[in-house]
């Protein structure tokens, strides 16, 4: 517990939260390791986690038909995937594969989001941290969008 | 280095406005309606610095402004990556081994290769903007000792678009140089990091005070290449980004190319961003 409080604070995802509320996730998080190609999650499941990868790389991806499983995203140490716990319907929007053996710390998101009913400034400090991350990985995409335009138009 | 014939004392090379002919050698597929020619200049040797770019011409038919994508260090053979977009490079793209072209220049700017010797430095490119670059990093690549740590970023839309993919293999397996490669959408057999160009900037570590960012896309994708960079400390000066407009003369006569006060043909098409943030962030120029 002592050694998975020690990570979170020291994540900077959670950088400047309470001790308090570092305490709680603590509480809620599980270390779990996967192998090179397993899922951490399917598209559809329901979403009631959000993933801390602390080794390893993640691939976020959509099976599409005639293509097959297409990577949208890759995520590596460091970074929190998984948003879609925060959100109703509370459900997986993609898959999540792991690209190489990866750990992550597992964050119990239906937990969390009662304690986020409980405590409102929890709810805001992490409504914080995810929309900000959301927002990075929404620019992103849109830069994606904007370079498949550019060439399409040149083409 | 070219003057503006404009000014007092400005002189014009005879290569600057006639073109003069040089034979195609080898023509390479890398991309579909993506073309490598290999030419040979008539003059024997055709000597330019990275980063500079020649007007192409096809007789009777139309030029346009290319930039040079081969080695500096290899004079007898001149080399530009060209992508059919138009009737004038769809001609160029058509041409084969034998065949005749018109070539003015070499004109505008270089990367500062020179100017950044003894520190670190960072490639940042995605799709056909690595041939524009190639230049600069084969200096670097030809003159490794003179740099500090070399980081080639590269992004393009999916692992069958990568451009040079035989050279990015090569230069991976360097040991001096590290690659980092990035697709937009790939199937469950690319290992490799997916997301946009930018992404890779997060996990460099950069030391500002050393380091020195070349990079070379759509202005849209290098201003938020260069948002990254700024966010990793690095300064507006350190930042040097080559500009696409629509050249015609070459020598800063005609005015096609203008942005603001300055003829990207004759003052750029490379630049520091601090000389060029406030004319690329104004939407009508």
């Known amino acids: 517990m002592d050694d998975m409080r020690q990570y979170l604070a020291g994540h900077r995802f959670f950088a400047g939260m309470s001790a308090k509320h570092i305490d709680l996730l603590a509480g809620c998080a599980r270390g779990v390791r996967f192998s090179k190609g397993q899922y951490l999650c399917h598209e559809g499941e329901p979403a009631n986690h959000f993933y801390l990868i602390q080794e390893g790389r993640v691939a976020i991806a959509a099976h599409t038909s005639p293509l097959g499983e297409v990577g949208l995203l890759t995520q590596a140490a460091g970074q929190v995937v998984g948003a879609d716990w925060l959100f109703p319907p509370y459900r997986r929007s993609f898959d999540y594969r792991a690209l190489e053996p990866t750990l992550v710390q597992e964050m119990d998101g239906r937990c969390l989001r009662g304690e986020c009913e409980q405590d409102h400034e929890l709810g805001y400090q992490l409504m914080l941290r995810f929309s900000g991350a959301l927002a990075q990985l929404l620019k992103a995409t849109r830069l994606q969008l904007l370079e498949v335009i550019h060439e399409h138009a040149v083409e | ?285």
């Not at chain 2, 009777?60 to 402004?65: D, L, R, S, T």
């Not at chain 2, 490079?89 to 084969?96: G, K, T």
């Not at chain 2, 006060?261 to 003052?267: N, T, Y």
Request: aromatic share 6%; charged share 20%.
């Open chain 2, 1 to 285: 280095m070219s003057t503006r014939l404009n000014e007092p004392g400005g002189e014009v090379r005879p290569t600057d406005l006639a073109p003069l002919p040089f034979v195609v050698r080898k023509v390479h597929k890398e991309l579909p309606g993506i073309f490598t020619l290999e030419m040979e200049p008539s003059t024997g040797q055709f000597n330019f610095r990275p980063g500079q770019f020649n007007m192409l011409y096809i007789f009777g038919n139309g030029e346009v402004p290319i930039s040079i994508s081969g080695d500096p260090q290899q004079p007898a053979c001149l080399v530009h990556t060209v992508r059919a977009v138009g009737k004038v490079s769809a001609a160029i793209c058509d041409l084969s081994r034998g065949e005749t072209l018109g070539v003015r220049g070499p004109f505008g700017t270089n990367w500062p290769v020179h100017e950044i010797a003894g520190g670190d430095v960072v490639f940042i490119t995605s799709g056909l903007g690595l041939a524009p670059l190639r230049p600069a990093i084969y200096h670097v690549l030809n003159h490794r000792e003179q740099y500090g740590k070399v980081t080639l970023l590269y992004g393009a839309r999916t692992p069958d678009r990568l451009l040079y993919h035989r050279q990015l293999a090569d230069w991976k397996a360097r040991w001096d140089l590290r690659v980092e490669i990035s697709v937009g959408s790939a199937g469950p057999d690319w290992g490799g990091h997916i997301g946009v160009a930018t992404s890779l900037i997060a996990g460099l570590e950069i030391d500002p005070e050393q380091t020195n960012a070349l990079i070379c896309s759509s202005e849209r994708m290098m201003k938020a290449m260069a948002e990254e960079l700024n966010l990793a400390g690095l300064p507006d000066e350190r930042i040097h980004l080559s500009l696409e407009r629509d050249m015609k003369c070459g020598v800063g006569l005609c005015g096609h190319c203008q942005l603001g006060p300055q003829f990207i043909c004759l003052d750029g098409p490379v630049y520091s961003l601090d000389r060029v943030r406030p004319l690329i962030s104004l939407r009508e120029l």
